[in-house]
């Protein structure tokens, strides 16, 4: 079988100009970045028809490792869609490049079900996280800008300065680090450190915003620290959105590419949903529903990060109603949580997929808790036996849900097709719109505990006493109907990594509450979250290279 990358290059890729063509875009509109890639303008969007749409979301139970697939299944219902007459366009997260070199490499899908070109795509694009990240490191400099200044002081408290620098890499010696030695002329010494660009404040401040003015306004409204004197300081004080919000003058517009198919895709923003939202823009989502009849997305990890705040978040904030939800499950991910070793998952085990199935049960409780029908899509691995197959499709007949396999990897819309009218027929069923799991006008310890209780599956929540003393923080600053975004593994439903399947009778703890004012969510921190990873033993950067004549190879 050839490689993803073998597979894009076998493609004729379309001129962009025909892709925005079938969302009925004329070439005057666009912002081309070559023959295959362009941004969109925002006044194309319709607030009013966004709101009514044929919203899809794709989500998982909890991932191995490697992940479950999540965008190739999104890419291939996409597809999928399509070929039986639905128009329909994806809308996605653009790849960071941290995992892009690390351990799980590109997300632009694979097989037969990608989006293209997938190099571009996959490394720089139209330059979005560039720009991010050069706003985030502005406000940065600003801080310490101030602490130096003998005129304009604020007199900002260095210790209570929680801003760090951002750099979309993975680089484990930038987590912890000292600046402003070298003398008085050097700055102010002080600890900081470094997080990865799809961890910044700003990542999760684009794809929550509404235009450039709530962009900027955002910006202003992002917490740094305290005075000396213990008043708060926020961007805005060090009078900085405005340059920031200039640096993204290009950012904020989504970006027109196509699938292997030649069905429109857009892709914009990528928050990591175990410490922030997970999901594409707001803009990017409204821009599909106003442009097509259906819009298929997707959330990060499982549905218990993801998916929840895609649910409690985004659509509260952007007021979107989806239609259905497409649950991801494979038959390697459902006997990791039978407690099988990820060295023996393409092995067939009945007794260890039945064991994990009771993940895959706890997850579907979670999407009717929104008040949504979920539909299981088994995406098909070539170690799959038909026997694992089918004991998926029976357990969840018993539960009430749909179960269909899906070989988009290996077919692309045509392995989707089954999945296809199985969510037509939800979206044309759904009648009721989804309702979020909280009230963001409830206290935060409420909104916490429902989630992690709810959602979760936890007995009771404890908070440090650091955590407590964010709460009152969190009043003091009158920030308590925020929403939360609650950080927390990707590997288990729990707050501890090693309780794999579907953990019972246990302890959130919430270490810390961080406050993102600017994204406007708060950040209930559990476990222990990487913000900037590392890389691996062996990185996938040591297989990438190019050639005299710029060909790529070795990007998966």
């Known amino acids: 079988m050839p490689t993803d990358l073998e597979i894009a290059r076998q493609v004729r890729l379309r001129p962009i100009e025909e892709i925005a063509a079938q969302l009925g875009i004329p070439a005057s509109e666009l912002y081309k970045f070559g023959p295959y890639i362009a941004k969109l303008p925002l006044h194309l969007i319709d607030k009013e028809k966004a709101a009514r749409g044929n919203l899809i979301l794709v989500s998982a139970i909890s991932p191995t490792p490697a992940g479950e697939g999540k965008t190739t299944m999104s890419i291939g219902l996409t597809q999928g869609l399509n070929r039986i007459g639905k128009q329909t366009t994806v809308v996605l997260r653009e790849p960071s490049l941290g995992p892009v070199f690390g351990i799980k490499g590109g997300a632009t899908g694979g097989g037969y079900a990608q989006v293209l070109p997938m190099e571009d795509i996959n490394l720089h694009f139209t330059g979005d996280f560039a720009a991010i990240e050069k706003a985030h490191n502005l406000l940065a400099a600003l801080i310490d800008n101030n602490l130096q200044s003998k005129r304009r002081a604020l007199g900002i408290d260095p210790r209570t300065v929680l801003w760090k620098r951002a750099m979309d890499m993975n680089d484990r010696a930038l987590r912890h680090i000292v600046i402003g030695l070298g003398g008085t002329s050097s700055g102010v010494p002080r600890e900081t450190g470094f997080d990865i660009t799809a961890a910044s404040e700003i990542m999760a401040i684009l794809c929550l915003a509404e235009d450039l003015e709530d962009l900027k306004r955002r910006c202003g409204n992002i917490f740094i620290g305290f005075t000396y004197d213990k008043k708060p300081v926020f961007a805005r004080d060090l009078r900085a959105q405005g340059a920031m919000a200039a640096l993204m003058k290009h950012a904020i517009k989504p970006n027109l590419v196509q699938t292997l198919e030649g069905n429109p895709a857009i892709i914009h923003g990528g928050p990591f949903a175990n410490i922030a939202q997970g999901t594409n823009s707001i803009i990017a989502t409204r821009m599909g529903l106003s442009l097509s009849d259906y819009v298929v997305t997707e959330a990060g990890f499982g549905f218990d990060l993801g998916a929840e705040k895609f649910f409690d978040i985004k659509c509260v904030t952007a007021g979107l109603s989806?239609?259905?939800?497409?649950?991801?499950?494979?038959?390697?991910?459902?006997?990791?949580?039978?407690?099988?070793?990820?060295?023996?998952?393409?092995?067939?085990?009945?007794?260890?997929?039945?064991?994990?199935?009771?993940?895959?049960?706890?997850?579907?409780?979670?999407?009717?808790?929104?008040?949504?029908?979920?539909?299981?899509?088994?995406?098909?691995?070539?170690?799959?036996?038909?026997?694992?197959?089918e004991l998926i499709r029976t357990h969840c007949e018993k539960l009430g849900v749909r179960a269909v396999e899906a070989r988009v990897w290996a077919e692309g819309g045509k392995g989707a097709e089954a999945l296809a009218q199985e969510v037509v027929t939800a979206v044309e069923r759904a009648k009721e719109s989804f309702k979020p799991l909280y009230d963001w006008a409830w206290p935060v310890e409420k909104k916490i505990e429902t989630v992690a209780k709810e959602i979760y599956g936890a007995a009771a929540i404890d908070y440090t006493p650091r955590a407590k003393s964010d709460l009152r923080k969190i009043t003091q600053l009158g920030l308590e109907g925020l929403p939360v975004c609650i950080a927390k593994t990707q590997k288990s439903l729990s707050d501890n990594p090693k309780l794999l399947g579907r953990p019972k009778d246990f302890v959130v703890t919430v270490r810390e509450i961080e406050i993102a004012a600017g994204a406007g969510f708060l950040v209930p921190i559990t476990g222990n979250i990487m913000r900037m990873p590392g890389l691996p033993e062996l990185p996938a950067a040591e297989m990438i290279d190019i050639d005299n004549k710029g060909n790529i190879t070795g990007l998966f």
Not at 346 to 358: A, I
Not at 363 to 385: C, S
Request: net charge negative; aromatic share 4%; hydrophobic share 40%.
């Open 322 to 389: 989806p239609k259905a939800v497409v649950l991801v499950a494979t038959v390697r991910a459902l006997k990791y949580h039978g407690e099988v070793s990820l060295a023996s998952l393409q092995e067939p085990n009945l007794e260890g997929l039945r064991r994990g199935l009771p993940n895959l049960e706890k997850q579907l409780e979670n999407i009717r808790k929104f008040g949504i029908e979920p539909i299981v899509a088994i995406n098909h691995f070539t170690t799959d036996t038909d026997e694992e197959i």
